[in-house]
DNA sequence: ACGAGATGGTTTTAGTACCAACGATCGCGC
DNA sequence: GCGCGATCGTTGGTACTAAAACCATCTCGT
């Protein structure tokens, strides 16, 4: 996200004598207007460009990384519900099944009947789960280990604090 | 996301008396294990959420969030170039090209062909989208102030100062 | 028991995102 | 002029997400 060293050039199109504002390469000269100050749209670059960087981290892994959270979650919590799961993951509960069924085809989870309640599964790591959900832990605290030396460890605390606040408020 | 006021149900399956880790509401005691403390993890979340409270706060309004950025940059930077108006917003060309489509098919932007460069656009905005946008920004504008209002003005420089560090360090 | 209402999981639909590949066009060196 | 390489926008493929409709099942009041 926001193009990685951007390599001026020099527009082809719109003639930069008579409109600033409308180069067609837009690497410096944007006027973002509000934007600038606004928290919302840099949460959201920030999210889409930490996840790239994960993304990168893990490359050659057999998972993706949207999948980490899920096997972390299961593997922390054997026997929790698709439904618990959902929430605790922050995602919708629609969202989960297909990923569920893609990592129980991969033999990395299972899904379990309980006699008590026959709609909900109990959900469990596979022995298999458990070395792979290993592996994507390494490469997922290398990725933190790296955001935390951006951040710089006197501003994680507030950081991390400011972002629970906003998460625990936002409902 | 996140079922706002989740509304506490006593765990019709699994039995609290036996597993404190696999109850079906997952409301609170659901373990996090290192997600606990991860930026990237919080990052997401507050992201969904923060965007979320921008969904209800526009609800009846005739235009997605997700647009908002898109008109107010062309609003901003008119006869601003797809590619770099794609750049300047953080996201893929390509999916740019069918959320222009739908917004020139409403007559809020139009995509003019310059006589110098017949392969690129100029987009600009048409004045209904200019009022559309007013009424977004007010809207935006909401919503950044209930954000600063639940960070707080005292971090709120610095957390935004950190966004920034992110974005920029992780291309 | 029994029926109304709530819950768990799935499916469908629609929106959003990236990447790779493509045709059209442009720029530049020759 | 000519042609190579780069750029612009689009398309196709794949992936992820939420919302709503749905069925099976469970809970609870009566």
Redesign the interface.
């Known amino acids: 996200?926001?193009?990685?060293?951007?390599r001026v050039r020099k527009p082809?199109?719109?003639?930069a004598r008579l409109?600033r504002?409308?180069?067609?390469?837009?690497?410096t000269d944007?006027?973002?207007?509000?934007?600038e100050?606004?928290?919302?749209?840099?949460?959201?670059?920030?999210?889409?460009?930490?996840?790239?960087?994960?993304t990168r981290e893990a490359k050659g892994m057999a998972l993706r990384p949207g999948r980490f959270?899920t096997m972390?979650?299961i593997?922390?919590?054997?026997?929790?519900?698709q439904?618990?799961?959902s929430?605790?993951n922050?995602?919708?509960k629609s969202t989960l099944s297909p990923v569920l069924d893609d990592l129980e085809r991969r033999k990395l989870i299972k899904r379990v009947r309980?006699k008590?309640?026959r709609?909900?599964y109990?959900l469990e790591l596979t022995p298999a789960g458990e070395s792979m959900l290993k592996e994507l832990?390494a490469c997922?605290?290398r990725?933190?280990r790296n955001?935390?030396s951006?951040?710089g460890p006197r501003?994680?605390e507030?950081?991390?604090g400011?972002?629970?606040?906003?998460?625990a408020?936002?409902?």
């Open positions: 996200m926001a193009p990685r060293k951007p082809n199109g719109a003639d409109r504002t409308a180069d067609a390469t837009g690497n944007v006027d973002y207007g509000p934007l100050n606004w928290i919302g749209f840099h949460l959201r670059l920030a999210q889409t460009a930490s996840f790239q960087a994960f959270a972390l979650l593997g922390r919590n054997p026997g929790i519900s439904t618990a799961l929430r605790a922050s995602r919708d309980p008590n309640d709609r909900s109990r832990t997922a605290e990725h933190d955001l935390d951006i951040i501003d994680r507030q950081f991390l400011t972002l629970r606040k906003l998460i408020e936002l409902s």
